[in-house]
């Protein structure tokens, strides 16, 4: 076989193993092979970047960033649906639309699916574009991302798929991935994400496509738009979408009847706690298109559908206290303790009070009658309090002052929701967060330490910090209870093997409040050293008589020398010089390194990077002899960055073949340089190598 036809017949077989997968649920393959067969085709693509295609199943692994989402109006207006709550609702809807219509209506019921719309073009059975619903006239361009969600089909199967049509449906996140994101979240001291639908429009305008492609996102479709389309009802549409590749839901039902539609309705409000994803309602429509058509559209929805919304489940309890609670990081959330009570089929004894403002909004105090919710969110909230139930000798609710762990006074930064307790060294579950976050698997993923280990440690007074465990013997933690020889061997060779953990993973192993791991890496990779991120500019001098002169102050210099660095905002830099010019900080820092922790990117880690490229914006389109990745990766090294869209910010154009003469037109008319790919290689490696 040539390359050619290799790279053919794996994309053609990846294809259908996402297609089961994905789409089916039903692989035929282990993953293992599954991996194995697509680093077969990445390492095939890269070596004949000639035959690159958008639709490879390699794409879907993301890579492509955009700054600025490009806004497009819809072919097809992109309406929002009427509301109902009730049976009546429903008939009355039902009366109107026979008024218009004659002869009888059948009707699709169809799960809502809570979500984000979104609209995917294909042209040629190739899929091209993925916009937003936005407000319904234009969304925004997001392809780049939809591209990595797996059940998209980016080819389509069968000879009668329309040579260009628009089909759209809901981007979701199954409970199951919200749960994990939401883990790992926690593991890293950030907080949780509320809802899996914010959290999929979210995942939608993130930047960086190789995140999306990270998350466990679904797209599950319901409707075509287009002209000469091989269907003339709504069920036609689906059973073709889903014969041509799409994932559309096999709950939708064909009925005959309104009374039909409400046994359907009946059935889900109840069942669909069983379903993978969240739903928040029924939509109801009109089966035959030829009548849709009669029935037509108001300003902003369609006559032939409606939505009904499953009421979220709401019952009352009493409050009998509050409590609040402490984070890794210092933060206190109040927490509601209920008398228990059932919802949706699970016991609730806890709800979410979030902040003070929250408990001043809603006027809630202990004694009360409150009205409990579990809607789309994983903790109840308390929606309302029955302020006609209230105790006569109730009062009001005064927020804590001092921390419940500590004792120390809270205190609360201008802007911020929550309440801190600011006694980082000492309070307890800061102290043990905080050594839980360095020893977690992301940061310095130290064996023979569990989480229970760690408060053992702590609680016996033999760490009080992560700087600690660097001195730990094996005589001091035999005493502790459950540890045998073997085990306490195991965990202090497991410290002493954490200081081989790259520099990156130990700064976000430091728990500086918003240095997550992908911070973490572009500050490393921007800084190389510990010494250079923590370097604080000087003091202006006081006595400058200068009237132009610098005198901003050094922290003011370093926060601006930090949002320099590509990707880093004001509130990280911020996060991070309130860290360096903490004593305490710097203290354990300065101990990790008399430890022999590694606090500089290594030799290997350093070769190839220059700074030769600082300060400089690329964009590179078309097709080059080096992989694009590979094209990037040098240009990352040396200290540039990359974007996928000009703009009047972009320094240069790396130019290959094929370039499409769109991006040639307003590179030109942006005046930006275009070299080649030769040119590009004589600039970062022709001058010092
Ligand atoms: P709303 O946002 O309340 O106006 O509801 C309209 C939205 O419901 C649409 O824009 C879709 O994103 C969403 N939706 C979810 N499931 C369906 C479905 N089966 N059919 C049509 N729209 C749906
Ligand atoms: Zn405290």
């Given at each position: 076989m040539s390359p050619k036809e290799q790279i053919q017949s794996l994309r053609d077989e990846l294809r259908e193993h996402n297609y089961n997968y994905y789409v089916k649920d039903h692989p035929t393959i282990s993953d293992f092979e599954f991996d194995k067969k697509l680093e077969q085709l990445k390492t095939l693509e890269a070596a004949h970047p000639e035959f690159y295609d958008a639709t490879s199943p390699?794409?879907?692994?993301?890579?492509?960033?955009?700054k600025n989402f490009r806004t497009v109006k819809h072919i097809n207006r992109m309406y929002s649906l009427d509301n109902s709550y009730s049976t009546e609702d429903l008939k009355d809807w039902e009366t109107r639309i026979k008024k218009i219509v004659d002869g009888d209506i059948s009707y699709v019921c169809e799960l809502k699916y809570d979500g984000a719309s979104i609209s995917l073009h294909y042209e040629n059975g190739t899929?091209?574009?993925?916009?937003?619903?936005?407000?319904?006239?234009?969304?925004?361009e997001v392809t780049a991302n939809v591209r990595t969600i797996k059940s998209v089909p980016l080819q389509l199967k069968g000879a009668d798929v329309p040579t260009k049509f628009e089909i759209r449906g809901e981007i979701v996140l199954p409970w199951e991935g919200f749960y994990k994101m939401n883990e790992e979240r926690e593991a890293q001291g950030l907080d949780v994400y509320r809802n899996p639908r914010n959290t999929a429009s979210g995942s939608l305008k993130l930047q960086d496509s190789a995140e999306v492609a990270k998350r466990p996102l679904d797209c599950l479709l319901y409707s075509l738009a287009g002209e000469h389309l091989p269907v003339k009802t709504q069920s036609d549409s689906l059973e073709f979408a889903r014969k041509w590749g799409f994932k559309v839901p096999k709950e939708s039902k064909l009925v005959n009847s309104i009374e039909e539609v409400f046994e359907f309705i009946n059935y889900w409000d109840v069942a669909r706690r069983e379903l993978p994803y969240e739903t928040d309602g029924v939509v109801v429509k009109v089966n035959s298109l030829r009548q849709q058509e009669e029935l037509g559209f108001t300003a902003k929805s369609p006559k032939w559908a409606m939505a009904y919304k499953f009421a979220a489940e709401q019952v009352t309890t009493r409050l009998e206290e509050i409590t609040y609670q402490v984070g890794r990081t210092g933060s206190i959330t109040p927490v509601a303790n209920l008398k228990p009570v059932e919802i949706s089929g699970t016991t609730v004894r806890r709800a979410s009070l979030h902040n003070a403002d929250q408990i001043e909004k809603l006027d809630i105090r202990v004694g009360d009658e409150?009205?409990?919710?579990k809607g789309g969110e994983i903790i109840p909230k308390i929606v309302a309090v029955d302020v006609s139930k209230r105790p006569e000798n109730s009062v009001p609710t005064v927020y804590a002052t001092h921390c419940p762990e500590c004792h120390t006074a809270l205190v609360r930064n201008e802007g911020d929701a929550k309440h801190y307790c600011p006694n980082e060294m000492a309070c307890p579950p800061q102290v043990k967060g905080r050594i839980q976050h360095f020893i977690s698997r992301k940061a310095m993923d130290i064996d023979g330490i569990g989480s229970e280990t760690v408060d053992q440690l702590v609680e016996a007074g033999l760490i009080h910090n992560y700087a600690d465990l660097y001195d730990l013997t094996v005589e001091q933690v035999l005493p502790l209870e459950r540890m045998a020889q073997k085990s306490a061997e195991n965990m202090i060779n497991g410290i002493a093997a954490s200081k081989q953990v790259p520099f990156?993973?130990?700064?976000?192993?430091?728990?500086?409040?918003y240095v997550g791991e992908t911070v973490a890496k572009k500050l490393a990779k921007h800084y190389k050293n510990i010494e250079a991120l923590f370097k604080m500019p000087a003091e202006p001098e006081k006595e400058n008589l200068d009237l132009f002169a610098d005198v901003s102050s050094a922290v003011e210099k370093k926060t601006e020398e930090l949002t320099a660095v590509p990707e880093i905002g004001e509130r990280i830099a911020e996060s991070v010089v309130a860290f360096i010019t903490d004593p305490h900080q710097l203290d354990m820092v300065k101990r990790l390194q008399s430890s022999g922790?590694?606090?500089?990117?290594s030799e290997e880690q350093l070769e190839g990077q220059t700074d030769k490229l600082v300060g400089k914006s690329f964009v590179i389109s078309g097709v080059f002899e080096m992989s694009r990745n590979d094209l990037k990766k040098l240009i990352e090294d040396n200290g540039g960055k990359v974007s996928s869209s000009l703009s009047s910010k972009t320094d240069y154009l790396v130019r290959g073949e094929n370039m499409g003469p769109s991006k040639l037109e307003k590179a030109e008319k942006l005046g930006i340089t275009m070299i080649s790919e030769s040119a590009f290689l004589e600039m970062v490696e022709g001058s010092n190598r």
């Amino acid at each position: 076989m040539s390359p050619k036809e290799q790279i053919q017949s794996l994309r053609d077989e990846l294809r259908e193993h996402n297609y089961n997968y994905y789409v089916k649920d039903h692989p035929t393959i282990s993953d293992f092979e599954f991996d194995k067969k697509l680093e077969q085709l990445k390492t095939l693509e890269a070596a004949h970047p000639e035959f690159y295609d958008a639709t490879s199943p390699s794409v879907r692994v993301g890579g492509e960033v955009t700054k600025n989402f490009r806004t497009v109006k819809h072919i097809n207006r992109m309406y929002s649906l009427d509301n109902s709550y009730s049976t009546e609702d429903l008939k009355d809807w039902e009366t109107r639309i026979k008024k218009i219509v004659d002869g009888d209506i059948s009707y699709v019921c169809e799960l809502k699916y809570d979500g984000a719309s979104i609209s995917l073009h294909y042209e040629n059975g190739t899929f091209v574009q993925a916009v937003t619903r936005g407000d319904g006239n234009q969304g925004d361009e997001v392809t780049a991302n939809v591209r990595t969600i797996k059940s998209v089909p980016l080819q389509l199967k069968g000879a009668d798929v329309p040579t260009k049509f628009e089909i759209r449906g809901e981007i979701v996140l199954p409970w199951e991935g919200f749960y994990k994101m939401n883990e790992e979240r926690e593991a890293q001291g950030l907080d949780v994400y509320r809802n899996p639908r914010n959290t999929a429009s979210g995942s939608l305008k993130l930047q960086d496509s190789a995140e999306v492609a990270k998350r466990p996102l679904d797209c599950l479709l319901y409707s075509l738009a287009g002209e000469h389309l091989p269907v003339k009802t709504q069920s036609d549409s689906l059973e073709f979408a889903r014969k041509w590749g799409f994932k559309v839901p096999k709950e939708s039902k064909l009925v005959n009847s309104i009374e039909e539609v409400f046994e359907f309705i009946n059935y889900w409000d109840v069942a669909r706690r069983e379903l993978p994803y969240e739903t928040d309602g029924v939509v109801v429509k009109v089966n035959s298109l030829r009548q849709q058509e009669e029935l037509g559209f108001t300003a902003k929805s369609p006559k032939w559908a409606m939505a009904y919304k499953f009421a979220a489940e709401q019952v009352t309890t009493r409050l009998e206290e509050i409590t609040y609670q402490v984070g890794r990081t210092g933060s206190i959330t109040p927490v509601a303790n209920l008398k228990p009570v059932e919802i949706s089929g699970t016991t609730v004894r806890r709800a979410s009070l979030h902040n003070a403002d929250q408990i001043e909004k809603l006027d809630i105090r202990v004694g009360d009658e409150v009205y409990v919710e579990k809607g789309g969110e994983i903790i109840p909230k308390i929606v309302a309090v029955d302020v006609s139930k209230r105790p006569e000798n109730s009062v009001p609710t005064v927020y804590a002052t001092h921390c419940p762990e500590c004792h120390t006074a809270l205190v609360r930064n201008e802007g911020d929701a929550k309440h801190y307790c600011p006694n980082e060294m000492a309070c307890p579950p800061q102290v043990k967060g905080r050594i839980q976050h360095f020893i977690s698997r992301k940061a310095m993923d130290i064996d023979g330490i569990g989480s229970e280990t760690v408060d053992q440690l702590v609680e016996a007074g033999l760490i009080h910090n992560y700087a600690d465990l660097y001195d730990l013997t094996v005589e001091q933690v035999l005493p502790l209870e459950r540890m045998a020889q073997k085990s306490a061997e195991n965990m202090i060779n497991g410290i002493a093997a954490s200081k081989q953990v790259p520099f990156e993973r130990v700064l976000f192993g430091l728990g500086i409040r918003y240095v997550g791991e992908t911070v973490a890496k572009k500050l490393a990779k921007h800084y190389k050293n510990i010494e250079a991120l923590f370097k604080m500019p000087a003091e202006p001098e006081k006595e400058n008589l200068d009237l132009f002169a610098d005198v901003s102050s050094a922290v003011e210099k370093k926060t601006e020398e930090l949002t320099a660095v590509p990707e880093i905002g004001e509130r990280i830099a911020e996060s991070v010089v309130a860290f360096i010019t903490d004593p305490h900080q710097l203290d354990m820092v300065k101990r990790l390194q008399s430890s022999g922790v590694q606090l500089a990117l290594s030799e290997e880690q350093l070769e190839g990077q220059t700074d030769k490229l600082v300060g400089k914006s690329f964009v590179i389109s078309g097709v080059f002899e080096m992989s694009r990745n590979d094209l990037k990766k040098l240009i990352e090294d040396n200290g540039g960055k990359v974007s996928s869209s000009l703009s009047s910010k972009t320094d240069y154009l790396v130019r290959g073949e094929n370039m499409g003469p769109s991006k040639l037109e307003k590179a030109e008319k942006l005046g930006i340089t275009m070299i080649s790919e030769s040119a590009f290689l004589e600039m970062v490696e022709g001058s010092n190598r």
